[in-house]
């Protein structure tokens, strides 16, 4: 019964230890929280371990909230005049 | 109070044009950015403005409203447009990101720098975003928009997957090697700062 027990709990994904090159090959799905939980739960373990994946981790992050807050650029008043303009002669053609 | 956009569509199923212009109101800001970021030409990305909603008129009665997915049906019409000009033109230098991911590129050779603590403030600076826009002009075209369409944009990843035809896996990997490749741009900077 012992030994099933060590199979088991051997087999068991929570206890897979996660290294740093799956880690590396994880991570977008780690931070868009697309992990599955015991997963997740690995890979926070490793990051209290290992700095550099701390620090790679953290800055795969900002770079993602720098993407996200990248910011539009204000479309030009005569872009917008002149698309208005084709739309309402091309579309009353059709 | 603002009409939804399903309601505006419906009327411009019924050739309302003054619900049309709403729609457009609504999204030239969207896909003039969403063109010029792929494009890298304010001209060309003019274009694609008014080619994609020209071609969202005509076949505005193609478009079956699917859960608010009309801006995805949008983002498709204009994405394949700038698609149609990237490939009249002549191929741009890219980076490779077709290689297996290596540890030796990535960060086990080299302690990196953190610069994760850095004030918002800064990260958002222009020259910041500047280097960010030259950095995802260097993307080869499969990878920058996904990039776009998934971290600028915020689609989900099914959303992706559902406006370019790919698989989820497809977006998935392209998705994460433009982070990384973007990631990596950013802690050069950082490095020579």
């Known amino acids: 019964m012992q030994i099933f027990r060590k199979l088991l709990s051997f087999l068991s994904p929570a206890r897979h230890r996660i290294n740093c090159k799956e880690l590396l090959l994880k991570l977008s799905d780690f931070v868009d929280g697309e992990l599955d939980s015991s997963l997740c739960k690995e890979v926070e373990k490793h990051l209290i371990d290992c700095r550099r994946c701390k620090v790679f981790v953290d800055t795969f992050k900002k770079t993602i909230t720098i993407l996200k807050h990248r910011g539009e650029e204000e479309l030009p008043e005569e872009v917008h005049i002149k698309l208005h303009d084709f739309l309402k002669e091309r579309c009353k053609k059709s | ?193």
């Open chain 2, 1 to 193: 109070m603002a009409e939804s956009e399903e309601l505006l569509v419906e009327k411009c199923k019924k050739g309302d044009f003054q619900a049309f212009e709403e729609v457009v109101n609504r999204f030239e800001k969207k896909i003039y950015n969403h063109a010029l970021r792929i494009l890298s030409d304010p001209s060309e990305a003019e274009e694609v403005l008014q080619d994609t909603f020209l071609n969202a008129f005509k076949n505005i009665n193609k478009y079956i409203p699917s859960g608010g997915g009309f801006d995805r049906w949008l983002y498709k019409i204009a994405t394949n447009n700038c698609l149609m000009k990237l490939r009249k033109k002549k191929a741009q230098p890219t980076v490779c990101l077709d290689e297996p991911l290596s540890m030796e590129d990535s960060f086990v050779k080299v302690e990196t720098a953190d610069w994760s603590n850095q004030p918002d403030q800064l990260l958002l600076d222009d020259e910041i975003k500047g280097l960010i826009d030259k950095a995802i002009s260097h993307l080869p075209e499969e990878y920058r928009i996904v990039l776009l369409l998934r971290d600028i944009e915020g689609f989900s990843n099914s959303e992706v997957m559902e406006i370019l035809g790919l698989s989820l896996p497809a977006v998935k990997s392209r998705l994460h090697r433009a982070r990384l490749f973007l990631r990596g741009e950013l802690c050069k900077y950082f490095e020579n700062c």
